[in-house]
């Protein structure tokens, strides 16, 4: 089956300092990818949308500056976090749609992020 | 779906039992698609079972199934047999065919030996 993998799993990292968390789709094409935040004992909520090729849709309230998202190619994209601080903690989750197809988004393992 | 309410923050079902988790939705598209997520202590997250809004016919995956009522909006997954395994947060989900998924607060399930 179609697998998406992120990177980092985890990562630590001091208030202030710039995070990268990278999607990507292992064994198909996506043209669309989707980063997703959630807070501990609640639910997703959609960031932004990445389209390849393309500038990120962002969800109303998320700020642009702050998530900078790139998807330079069909199979990756990436999330960086930038000057983060403390209530930036939160766990991440890309998931990503494969190209003229049918099939539900497929989700990667999520990314624990925690600053200090 | 542009929105997704699930009303059971919490549930318990006896193991072997069978219990049915309830949501409710609300869109303005003519074609979406509905799901239910499980998302075990890992935080993966797992599809359950998806559900084309024109199709009349309920879905299945095994123990799990839905009832799906579309003039009442309503998308019930239902859980037969219930195993330790089946022990996480689930959350229903609404989307249309190429765009983004809006997810419901979820149930967190515990099932007791």
């Known amino acids: 089956g179609a697998v998406v993998s992120q990177h980092p799993s985890w990562v630590i990292c001091k208030s202030g300092t710039s995070v990268k968390i990278e999607c990507r789709s292992l064994?198909?094409?996506?043209?669309?990818m989707f980063w997703y935040r959630q807070f501990p004992k609640q639910s997703l909520m959609l960031m932004a949308t990445s389209n390849e090729g393309s500038k990120a849709t962002y969800e109303q309230g998320v700020e642009k500056d702050k998530f900078l998202i790139n998807h330079a190619s069909l199979t990756l994209s990436t999330l960086t976090v930038t000057s983060a601080h403390p209530e930036d903690s939160s766990f991440y989750i890309c998931s990503a749609r494969q190209a003229l197809s049918n099939q539900p988004q497929h989700f990667g393992d999520g990314t624990r992020l925690s600053i200090l | 779906a542009q929105t997704v309410t699930q009303s059971q923050p919490e549930m318990s079902v006896q193991e072997a039992e069978t219990v049915t988790l309830s949501c409710t939705y609300d869109?303005?598209?003519?074609?979406?698609?509905l799901f239910w997520y499980k998302q075990p202590p890992s935080r993966q997250m797992i599809l359950v079972i998806r559900?084309?809004?024109?199709?009349?016919q309920n879905a299945t995956e095994n123990r799990f199934s839905v009832n799906f009522q579309k003039a009442a909006k309503s998308f019930s997954l239902k859980i037969s047999d219930s195993q330790l395994g089946d022990a996480a947060m689930y959350f229903c989900a609404g989307g249309n065919r190429d765009d983004k998924i809006i997810f419901g607060k979820g149930t967190r399930l515990h099932i007791l030996p």
């Open positions: 064994d198909f094409q996506a043209t669309t």
């Open positions: 869109t303005s598209e003519s074609d979406y698609y």
């Open positions: 559900q084309e809004a024109y199709k009349q």
